[in-house]
């Protein structure tokens, strides 16, 4: 399809049933590319079969009201569009067939600025402690949103870029295309064209690996200079003193979290404990004295909290005790 206007205007066509053979094929294109068209299409059908059709000389004001209510349009969208109206002659053969041109097009146009609104709100994902979400995004690229995470995205990608806003933790798989992806997650920003990636947003960090093609990494605030590149299993970690540069990992290591495998490399006792929290939603305290910066690695596989705090403790030499549904951390 052309353009968005081409849309909006087959749409009442489709609707009024006066598209043509041609139309209808370039409709049927833009509604099997995406979800988010399909939706968009299924809310314009449903305000039309309503009953609600516009008359040959419509109340503007009110039939921009029903629309952008039906479209779920938030109280910011403007009151009106700005549609002149002409009133036709009433003879009556012409008047019919004046009246269905006007109800199309008046109709179309106010489809049009409804699309506007609708694709410029947002959709928020939030993930509690221990649940994981996978949501599919305008372009059909796939986001895995860890535990106490949180997702921002448009209804609709337009323009020159797909832009995301993480807090958390999340793997992308990025579909290719044209327009770059590009994700704003704690003091980073990240581009790229379709890949596969992780990112974590913890802790005024944000880590980036890639496990398939390439991915560009800057700091959030700057549009030039200070950026790496990252290839498949390479890393790095953006903080306030970020210097660009990369590390060699095991891609797989920091994704496992997809498959129920919490991993731990020189991580610190906190940091540790603090991932558990969101992982199995249980409460997790230590005692006072105890060093929580000393680092830890460590592998586990579907394995329970309470092993897992088992194993830590066994190698720090601390006891782990049950308290009211959660655990304590102490040194005797």
């Known amino acids: 399809m052309q353009n968005e206007k081409d849309m909006h205007r087959l749409i009442a066509l489709h609707l009024s049933g006066e598209i043509d053979p041609a139309g209808q094929q370039e409709l049927d294109a833009w509604l099997d590319a995406s979800q988010v068209n399909r939706d968009y299409f299924a809310r314009a059908r449903s305000l039309w079969e309503s009953g609600q059709r516009l008359e040959a000389t419509p109340d503007i004001d009110a039939d921009w009201q029903k629309v952008s209510q039906r479209l779920g349009l938030n109280d910011a969208a403007p009151a009106k569009p700005n ?58 690229s796939e986001v895995v949103l860890n535990h106490g995470s949180r997702l921002t995205y448009p209804r609709y990608f337009s323009g020159h870029l797909r832009h995301v806003l993480l807090e958390g933790e999340a793997f992308f798989d990025v579909v290719s295309g044209q327009v770059p992806f590009e994700v704003a997650s704690g003091p980073a920003r990240i581009r790229v064209l379709g890949t596969q990636f992780n990112v974590r947003n913890r802790n005024q960090e944000t880590r980036v690996v890639v496990s398939e093609g390439r991915v ?39 994704t496992g979290w997809m498959n129920n495998i919490i991993y731990f490399e020189k991580t610190s006792v906190a940091e540790a404990i603090a991932e558990l929290e969101r992982a199995f939603a249980v409460s997790i305290e230590f005692q006072a004295g105890i060093d929580r910066e000393q680092t830890i690695t460590g592998r586990f596989r579907d394995q329970e909290v309470a092993a897992i705090l088992s194993s830590i403790c066994a190698t720090l030499d601390l006891k782990l005790y049950n308290r009211n549904g959660g655990y304590v951390i102490g040194k005797e």
């Open 216 to 254: 560009a990494v800057n700091r959030r605030d700057s549009d030039r200079g200070e950026a790496v590149v990252l290839g498949v299993n390479q890393m790095t970690a953006v903080s306030v003193n970020w210097q660009p540069a990369s590390e060699k990992v095991d891609a797989a290591a920091f």
């Open 83 to 140: 549609v002149m109206v002409t009133r036709m002659p009433q003879s009556q053969g012409a008047f019919w067939y004046l009246s269905r041109i006007a109800a199309v097009l008046v109709f179309g146009a106010l489809l049009a600025l409804g699309w506007r609104f609708w694709s410029m709100s947002t959709v928020t994902v939030v993930t509690a402690a221990a649940e994981q979400q996978t949501i599919e995004l305008p372009d059909g």
